[in-house]
């Protein structure tokens, strides 16, 4: 006898529209689409704008098989999907060559023009690393570029509250353009935060450029600013007291050895800036810029300063030596420094009395990162220290160099010193320590 009853249909045919989305939201672009061919029921998952909210769009500037449609799917995306995007971050992965870089702007072009027209949640936009100064940017395709950039930053300027433009390096011209771009219709911009850390190019003294004060005094609601020293003077500071000073919490700034920072900024604008944002913390970022007198201009005692790191990426330079920042500047933020990373070349001289004074003095140091040449000795008494509760570090990472390739020894004595604090290391600490021959 025949069965007239209908198939016995499968589970997943039942399964609740939360969690069929939640399924979707671990495919990729591929396998959503031929899900979304099985049924209506997944059709309509497939078209959930909460699938599509956020978007990391690579463009690969060295072809492969595997990238030759990124530019094509970077179209489809936001033609089908660009009216859900809420963050959207954009990849240059190795461009190599002017046609890439043309190829990229084009698309661009479209890409911006495309989610201008339907985008209406967009709030973060990040492009990184665009580096404009390369001469595979020719010029009129960099003016371009940034032209369809600037145009879709106006459009967008109501809601974006995130912008990253790390590594852009563009003129200071062009750089007020894109950052004009987000007050030009109201001529005041509610954005809350910045990244335009090596946003201009090498050696501009973007602290002298009254431009670049008008720009700024455009911004309103600042939470989080990340820049260069170079941005800084006493004229920027005294614009964030005026405008921002109500929301301002953090300030991340990078100093490079190949960025101007001759200039004097007194200690009382920052002190004016600090009594009207009470809240804020300041973090500063040291690449090569090492030596004591150029420190002192910049570490003023009047800064907030929550987070220092000091990297000298390698170099030895006999002319410098860390002992006077170690145990003169730096102690000066004993009652605020949280976090603390040195990356030193220093093998003509010892750190580790200096280094752990510092340390016991700084009250609420949380976070040590050290990379230099250290006695293998400086860990136990700084473990006995912690034992002891003369310092509260819940994180320690150090890898200390030493001048000869077979490190047998030292790595004993820190497996010695492990099993001696094991109980404190394995129960209160993030804690990773090597030796590492620096031949």
């Known amino acids: 006898m025949e069965d007239d009853s209908e198939p016995e249909q499968s589970s997943w045919a039942h399964l609740p529209d939360v969690c069929l989305r939640h399924v979707f939201h671990w495919l990729d672009d591929r396998d959503r689409s031929q899900a979304a061919l099985v049924c209506k029921k997944w059709s309509w998952a497939m078209y959930s704008g909460s699938l599509w909210r956020s978007r990391t769009i690579t463009f690969y500037g060295r072809p492969s098989r595997a990238h030759t449609s990124e530019f094509q799917s970077a179209l489809w995306y936001v033609k089908k999907f660009g009216k859900y995007l809420e963050h959207l971050e954009i990849k240059l992965s190795n461009p190599y060559n002017t046609a890439f870089t043309q190829k990229f702007q084009v698309t ?8 201008g027209k339907c985008n209406s949640r967009l709030v973060s936009l990040s492009i990184k690393y665009l580096e404009l100064d ?82 700024m005094s455009k911004f309103h609601s600042l939470v989080i600013l990340t820049f260069n020293y170079n941005c800084i003077s006493d004229e920027l500071l005294d614009i964030l007291r005026e405008h921002s000073a109500h929301s301002l919490c953090t300030l991340n700034i ?70 006077p920042t170690l145990a003169n500047l730096l102690p000066a933020y004993w009652h605020v420094l949280q976090k603390l990373t040195l990356e030193l070349n220093n093998d003509h001289e010892l750190l580790d009395d200096e280094l752990l004074q510092l340390i016991l003095s700084c009250k ?61 290391i394995d129960s209160e600490l993030s804690y990773f320590v090597i030796t590492y021959p620096m031949v």
């Not at 459009?155 to 912008?163: C, V």
């Not at 007020?176 to 911009?189: D, G, I, K, V």
């Open 134 to 215: 390369r001469l595979i940017w020719k010029n009129l395709v960099r003016a371009q570029f940034i032209k369809n950039l600037a145009t879709f930053l106006k459009r967008m300027s109501k809601q974006l509250d995130y912008l990253n433009l790390k590594g852009a390096r563009v003129t200071l011209e062009e750089g007020c353009e894109l950052l004009n771009s987000l007050s030009c219709l109201t001529n005041e911009s509610f954005i809350s935060e910045i990244n335009i850390e090596d946003f201009f190019s090498l050696h501009l003294p973007v602290y002298s450029s009254t431009l670049f004060h008008q720009t």
């Open 108 to 115: 661009m072009r479209g890409l911006l023009s495309r989610l």
């Open 254 to 323: 990078k100093c490079h050895i190949h960025d101007p920072h001759g200039q004097v900024v007194w200690g009382m604008s920052w002190a004016n800036l600090v009594k009207r944002a009470p809240k804020l913390n300041v973090n500063f970022f040291f690449e090569r810029v090492m030596k004591h007198d150029h420190l002192a201009r910049i570490l003023l005692v009047e800064i907030p300063v929550r987070s220092i790191s000091l990297r000298s990426c390698y170099f030895n330079d006999p002319d410098w030596t860390i002992r």
């Open 364 to 424: 609420r140091l949380l976070f040590l990162k050290v990379w230099a040449f250290l006695s293998v000795t400086f860990m136990e008494r700084l473990l006995q220290n912690r034992a002891e509760r003369k310092c509260i570090l819940t994180t320690i990472k150090v890898r200390i160099y030493t001048a000869r390739q077979e490190t047998s020894e030292e790595d004993r004595l820190l497996r010695d010193i492990y099993r001696k604090f094991k109980y404190l």
